[in-house]
């Protein structure tokens, strides 16, 4: 026979009106910390304005109650309440730590991710908030009995709960109308910061997006040819694409950086740097098919690109050799129809120290045996692991941790900035040896094969400026460091040659300004298929080609 709770344990019994209300407060005031440093921020509090911000709490806890006191019944408000309790923790661990917004492709980012990066992710803190802002709340809202009316007598009252709370979210807009209104017309992405309604919404969007993708697939480049220049090749050639992952163009040093962050490719005899190229996105799960996709950011919808043909499947189409190598969560649909390969299974010890995760270097194993037998032109693409955080101490063996000391861990608030700076630029020290290392290789090979090197990271992060971490923030209020990514290329003489390449003039132009919408189009003037989805404005390659 159970035994009841001492009596000095026993919760008062409340009416569901109330439940709706706690919880609500408790969300507003424990689980939305951004939101409330941000609106401070933004209009900071002064003895003239604080009883707007008395009224903004108390219009949010107006309307969230009023929706909340809609789905207040039996055998839903409960398991909604512990629901909703245990996602906002979640939700408020990440916004806290790492600075992050939430909209749908935070949520994207979230449902695509590998079990990698999860555990990257998964702290100590992590499960202080889901214990503390979840876990406890929703036990002792299963604990506190809760006093029903009459089906009847509850709808009755939900009307009036309504009806007062329509009342005072009309009395508190109309008093502070001006205000409310100047603050979220300028600060747009406060919206992003406020829990639950930013998951919820951004999980919304995010649904629609997915159940309006289109079903049939739309090829493009169904033209593709190769121009009559390829007949008079005399050799096999490789053009390598480098998908680089989370580096920052102001952390290379070969664009200024203070710190050496690329000793080798620096002494690499004709490598071009382009030090002003922009990302398509601040998440792999937008760059990554818009860089390849010949729609441009402007227009780039990662359910209408995954519907879509790409840059490979026109190389493809044209007669060329295609293939992906993945050291990351996948190409996300990129290399869907060419054949591609998991290299983070190999059985490789000193690139990979962890079961299901290598180091980058495990993208070049066996290329030069491939590039002996190399029998039809190729386009290889290699997506590397690169600087992805939070763990980025792991992307760098202990031979390339030239700046010390290092932050150890993926929870970045026991670490300093200097430290967390520090793992960073390792990273990229070694980005730096595996970029090198695969030039060196291909011009080992440059007496048979024609080969070329496209490095392009597909975005930025962020390490704690403006306490802002990691990468994935809304493309209109990302930082800079999230969206200006470094690009680098090198071309055998052979190469040069054969495909008539102006290295001197990239040189000359490299300063220019140029972002992943020139990839798909410069690629293919550079491999000289002809194709109408081709766009001669847009191939940086095209004033230096002879």
Not at 272 to 289: H, Q, R
Request: hydrophobic share 45%.
């Amino acid at each position: 026979m159970l035994s009841l709770p001492p009596k000095w344990f026993r919760l008062p019994s409340l009416r569901p009106e109330w439940i709706t209300l706690v919880a609500i407060g408790f969300l507003l005031l424990f689980c939305n910390g951004p939101f409330w440093s941000r609106l401070l921020a933004v209009q900071p509090l002064t003895s003239a304005n604080w009883l707007s911000f008395v009224a903004a709490f108390a219009l949010l806890l107006a309307l969230l109650n009023l929706i909340l006191t809609l789905l207040a019944w039996p055998y839903v408000l409960r398991p909604f309440l512990t629901f909703l309790l245990l996602a906002t923790s979640l939700v408020a661990y990440f916004m806290n730590q790492y600075g992050v917004m939430i909209d749908a492709g935070m949520v994207r980012n979230a449902v695509e991710t590998d079990p990698a990066e999860v555990r990257d992710l998964l702290t100590m803190k992590l499960f202080a908030y889901l214990l503390l802002l979840g876990v406890l709340p929703s036990w002792l809202l299963w604990r506190t009995p809760i006093r029903w009316r009459s089906t009847g007598r509850e709808a009755l009252v939900k009307l009036m709960v309504v009806a007062v709370s329509l009342l005072a979210i009309l009395c508190i807009a109309l008093s502070y109308y001006q205000t409310f209104a100047s603050v979220a017309r300028n600060h747009r992405d406060l919206r992003f910061l406020l829990t639950p309604t930013n998951y919820i919404q951004a999980t919304n969007s995010y649904l629609k997006q997915r159940l309006r993708s289109e079903r049939t697939f739309t090829p493009i480049g169904t033209d593709a040819k190769l121009g009559a220049a390829w007949a008079k090749r005399p050799r096999k050639s490789l053009t390598v694409i480098v998908v680089g992952e989370t580096a920052r163009a102001d952390h290379f040093s070969l664009n200024g950086y203070g710190r050496n962050t690329n000793p080798l490719l620096a002494k690499q005899q004709g490598l071009i740097n382009f030090g002003n190229v922009w990302s398509c996105g601040t998440e792999t799960a937008v760059s990554l098919p818009c860089m390849f996709s010949d729609l441009g950011r402007s227009n780039f919808d990662r359910e209408k690109a995954e519907g879509r043909g790409n840059l490979l499947d026109v190389l493809q189409q044209a007669g060329l050799a295609v293939q992906w190598r993945d050291n990351q969560s996948g190409c996300k649909g990129v290399c869907a129809r060419v054949p591609n390969e998991d290299v983070r299974d190999s059985k490789i010890p000193s690139a990979c120290p962890k079961a299901g995760e290598c180091l980058d270097e495990v993208l070049l194993a066996g290329l030069g045996a491939r590039l002996d037998a190399l029998d039809r032109d190729t386009v290889l693409v290699l997506h590397m692991m690169g600087s992805h955080g939070p763990a980025y101490y792991s992307r760098s063996p202990d031979a390339f941790k030239a700046f010390r000391p290092e932050c150890r861990t993926s929870q970045l608030d026991r670490c300093s900035r200097e430290q967390i700076v520090n793992s960073f630029d390792n990273s990229l020290r070694y980005t730096d040896y595996v970029l090198s290392s695969l030039i060196d290789l291909l011009r080992s090979k440059a007496d048979r094969v024609d080969g070329a090197m496209i490095y392009l990271s597909d975005h930025g992060e962020s390490l704690g400026e403006n306490n802002l971490y990691l990468h994935g923030t809304p493309y209109l209020f990302a930082p800079d460091g999230q969206k200006h990514v470094p690009a680098v290329m090198w071309f055998s003489d052979g190469y040069q040659r054969d495909f008539g390449v102006n290295r001197s003039c990239l040189v000359a132009r490299s300063g220019q300004a140029y972002s992943q919408d020139n990839l798909f189009h410069s690629v293919l003037g550079l491999l000289d298929v002809q194709t109408k989805a081709y766009n001669r404005q847009l191939d940086l390659f095209a004033p230096c080609r002879t």
